[in-house]
């Protein structure tokens, strides 16, 4: 079944303990991306991949990090959590977000809500 | 700097239509995206619009115009099934792959 996996899927941790959020997709897509979404702000971009090895900042980047060292996985790092990063957070993929049609369709991961205490 | 603007709420009766606005104010246009958003549940797409011009697909379509920074999602024969957050997105030219969403109109559908 073609799908974009995130795990854990609930987390509560407390304020400095570096965490990972892992995500896979197994449709082959190259465009890859992380969101955060807060009530009354909608989504918000946190990083995005065009591909294996090229990443680039959305709007929300600070206290995040990523990798793309395959094209399945798109890890969302956070070296020191803070509570204002307790947030749900979705993990996206594309085939080719550039290309009008079928292909710049994006599907999205359940979702992660994170809790920093 | 960027910003989408789309009402927060809006209410309709089942089978009635409904238009949900998105007015955009970009540094640099590449294409709108519209995602339908269930309570607790992830994203999933709706339509991607980069030309002038209604797209229709079954009972939903959307609309934009680039020159007036305007784009619109019809929702016709509505289902109660439609009761959802709508959200309207813009790839920008600033950073290709980059993503701005607006704040996500709540659609509620009545008996």
């Known amino acids: 079944e073609a799908q974009v996996t995130q795990n854990p899927r609930y987390l509560i941790t407390v304020t400095g303990k570096k965490l990972t959020v892992t995500c896979s997709q197994n449709m082959n897509h190259e465009y890859m991306s992380w969101y955060r979404q807060d009530p009354g702000l909608g989504l918000r971009q946190i990083y995005y991949?065009?591909?294996?090895?090229?990443?680039d900042k959305g709007d929300v980047p600070e206290g995040y990090k990523v990798s793309r060292k395959e094209k399945r996985n798109f890890p969302l790092i956070l070296e020191s959590p803070s509570p204002n990063q307790t947030s749900l957070y979705f993990c996206?993929?594309?085939?080719?977000?550039?290309?009008?049609?079928?292909?710049?369709?994006?599907?999205f991961g359940p979702g992660t809500r994170l809790t920093v205490t | 700097g960027q910003n989408i603007d789309q009402p927060t709420e809006m209410t309709a009766t089942e089978g009635a239509i409904v238009q949900i606005n998105c007015t955009y104010q970009?540094?640099?246009?590449?294409?709108l995206f519209w995602y339908q958003q269930h309570a607790g549940e992830a994203p999933t797409f709706l339509s991607y619009?980069?030309?002038?011009g209604l797209e229709e697909k079954g009972r939903f379509s959307s609309f934009l115009s680039r020159s007036k920074g305007y784009s619109y999602l019809l929702l016709k024969e509505l289902q109660m099934k439609d009761s959802a957050s709508y959200l309207c997105a813009v790839m920008t030219t600033d950073s290709w792959g980059k993503l701005q969403f607006g704040a996500g109109t709540q659609v509620v559908v009545t008996p």
């Open positions: 970009t540094s640099g246009f590449n294409g």
């Open positions: 991949s065009m591909n294996v090895e090229v990443t």
């Open positions: 619009n980069v030309l002038d």
């Open positions: 996206a993929s594309s085939l080719d977000l550039l290309t009008s049609g079928s292909t710049n369709e994006q599907y």
